[in-house]
């Protein structure tokens, strides 16, 4: 009987334990641009997986899109509130995705849940960044030197020294480098990149900054404090002019026009000349460069250096939570975890050391002379001057630079500032169908005289005059708090 009676407590005991739900961690989704490579798979599974579990309880999953994908489609999954908990955007659209819903507030989360995260990444710059309304939308990931950003040039330096150069300071520098370097080099393709920031920062006669809109419809005049059409500014059309005589000399390809955005990809490749930079771009792309072209050399240059530089932003990334997002609060952990310590900073960004890297003198390095450093976590994207971590063939020169590129700049007057883009939606739509001729005009594909007074009546009939006036209208508000 007493056997009899302890089977049936086990056999009850067994159905009780396979009727449980079974034990799951904490799982936080991230959406993210690109392709997952084999070792990044590896690094999730294993040793970055066990230490989230370990230290967290949490599983993160990653969405991968590729570059050419991303935009459009992490829309069309936001939109279709998909249960994405973090992604990443540009915080020159944080306006744009706060008008579509497509980012909650953050300030409880932050205070709650982010205050490790705080010791390297500032509230005060991620209020400076990622404030509307009052209201924290956004975190700028990236924390680091920020004047003049992206008006610089990344170019093949190994390249600009086999022809004879030095150094980039001038439009006709870089005409000069692009000549010289295509026939040297008849395998070379063409310069890469527009780079309308740099070249723009070069032949503006007043100090304009596009600081409004990812798409740049409008300038700012920091001089005068007032929102200017950019395609009807002069520098505009003298960028127009350089790019086509460019263009004329067999230095921009349809590539350039009809794919802009793999302007990196076209670096890395080796067969192009340039792009448009940021401090460190330089370091972010040597490693996929030196993958095709392993004696490669990268180096950036402000185009009219004695031209003030001006912070107009804390930084060019930024993540949001959804409102979509399952587990706000694990989004939250994770990015204080992630900042958290310089150790879970490293594993994320750069891997296991003795496995995907080593350092020397305290610098991150391949674990091969010569050799490369696997992508997991953007670098760029996260990017802390806390954690800053330059490879061990960087010069103490360059070190220097880097980190005191700020002294000196000017901190613009629109620092914080958010076009709130809700009262012209429309107009809006009408501006992108105007725009169609944008890119052909700024990389010489099409005759300068014949097309811009067209491009620029199309743009007055689209309402380019009412945009440009609920821009001002905004910054003066925002000038007057």
Aim: charged share 25%; aromatic share 12%; proline share 5%.
């Amino acid at each position: 009987m007493k056997r009899t009676l302890t089977l049936a407590l086990a056999s009850m005991l067994l159905l009780a334990l396979l009727a449980a739900p079974a034990y799951a961690a904490e799982k936080v989704t991230i959406l993210y641009p690109g392709d997952e490579s084999d070792r990044m798979t590896e690094l999730l599974r294993g040793e970055l997986g066990d230490k989230l579990l370990a230290d967290l309880d949490m599983e993160i999953e990653v969405i991968w899109l590729p570059w050419g994908e991303y935009w459009d489609h992490k829309t069309i999954k936001l939109q279709a509130m998909d249960p994405i908990d973090l992604y990443w955007d540009g915080t020159g659209n944080i306006g744009q995705v706060y008008n579509r819903q497509e980012c909650r507030p953050l300030d409880e989360l932050i205070e709650t849940y982010g205050q490790d995260m705080l010791k390297v990444l500032p509230i005060e710059h991620i209020r400076g960044g990622g404030t509307i309304n009052g209201e924290i939308f956004a975190i700028p990931s990236a924390y680091k030197p920020a004047s003049a950003s992206r008006q610089l040039v990344c170019l093949r330096q190994d390249i600009l020294e086999a022809v004879g150069m030095s150094h980039i300071a001038t439009a006709d520098d870089l005409f000069e480098f692009a000549v010289k370097a295509k026939e040297m080099f008849p395998e070379i393709k063409g310069v890469g990149d527009p780079m309308y920031f740099p070249i723009s920062r070069f032949f503006a006669t007043e100090p304009l900054l596009l600081c409004i809109a990812r798409d740049e419809l409008v300038a700012y005049n920091e001089a005068t404090q007032q929102a200017v059409c950019y395609f009807e500014t002069e520098a505009f059309q003298e960028l127009c002019k350089f790019n086509a005589k460019l263009a004329a000399a067999g230095l921009f390809s349809d590539e350039e026009t009809l794919n802009y955005e793999a302007r990196d990809a076209r670096l890395d490749s080796g067969n192009y000349l340039w792009m448009e930079g940021s401090l460190g771009k330089d370091l972010e792309r040597i490693n996929s460069l030196r993958g095709n072209v392993p004696e490669a050399k990268l180096a950036t240059y402000l185009l009219a250096p004695d031209k003030p530089k001006y912070i107009t932003t804390a930084g060019g990334e930024a993540l949001f939570i959804p409102y979509s997002a399952a587990n706000p609060e694990g989004a939250m952990k994770f990015l204080n975890w992630l900042y958290g310590s310089q150790e879970n900073f490293r594993l994320a960004i750069f891997g296991v050391e003795g496995v995907d890297y080593q350092l020397i003198d305290g610098a991150v390095a391949p674990l091969e002379e010569g050799g490369t450093l696997p992508e997991f976590f953007y670098e760029w994207m996260f990017d802390n001057a806390s954690y800053k971590a330059f490879p061990a063939d960087v010069s103490q020169e360059y070190i220097d630079n880097y980190l005191a590129w700020d002294e000196g700049a000017l901190v613009s007057a629109m620092l914080g500032f958010q076009f709130n883009n809700e009262k012209v939606l429309e107009v809006e739509v009408r501006l992108q169908e105007a725009m169609r001729d944008f890119r052909p005009l700024m990389t010489g594909f099409v005759d300068f005289d014949d097309v811009y007074p067209g491009f620029i009546q199309n743009l007055k009939d689209a309402g380019i005059d009412e945009y440009v006036a609920e821009v001002q209208f905004q910054i003066d508000a925002f000038l007057g708090k």
